[in-house]
C-alpha cells in the first residue's frame, strides 16, 4: 500500500490488495473508497474481494468505479459524500491514485483555489495540471 496524504482526512493510492488491510487499518483508516472498476483486475483484487478483507479489519468500505467517462457531476458528489460522511480518514484507491485525486480536486473546486488544489496533489506526486481549466471553471461558479 503507498497512501498519499491529500488532506488529513482523505488520502489516494493505487491498487491495494487484501493482504493490504492490517496495514490499512493499523495506519488508522476508517473507511477505504474503491474507486476502480472491476473491469480492470482480476477477481482476487476486485471490489468485492477487497469489501470483504475491509470489513473483517473493521473498516467500512465504499464503492465507486470511475473512468474517465463516469467523472460526472453526480459522481464527483457522491465521492465528496462518502469521504465527508463516512469515519475517516478514508483512503481511496484505483489503478495508480490519480481517479482518486481528480475527483477529490473536482470535488473540492469551489472551496480551495485551484493553485492550491495542484500543489496539494503535486505534493502527493499526482501532477493534475491540465485539470486547471475545469478548477478554474468550477471555482468561478
Known sequence: MDARVLTPRYAVS???SVEDMPAIAAEGFKT?????PD???PPSHQAA????AAEAAGLEFRELPLTHQTMTPENVAQQRAYYEE???PVLAYCASGTRC???WSLGVASEINPDEILRMTSAAGY???GL???LEAIATT
Open 14 to 16: 493505487p491498487q491495494i
Open 32 to 36: 477505504v473508497i474503491c474507486n476502480r
Open 39 to 41: 473491469a480492470e483486475v
Open 49 to 52: 474481494a477487497i469489501r470483504a
Open 86 to 88: 463516512c469515519p475517516g
Open 101 to 103: 485525486s481528480v475527483i
Open 127 to 129: 501532477q493534475l495540471d
Open 132 to 134: 486547471r481549466p475545469a
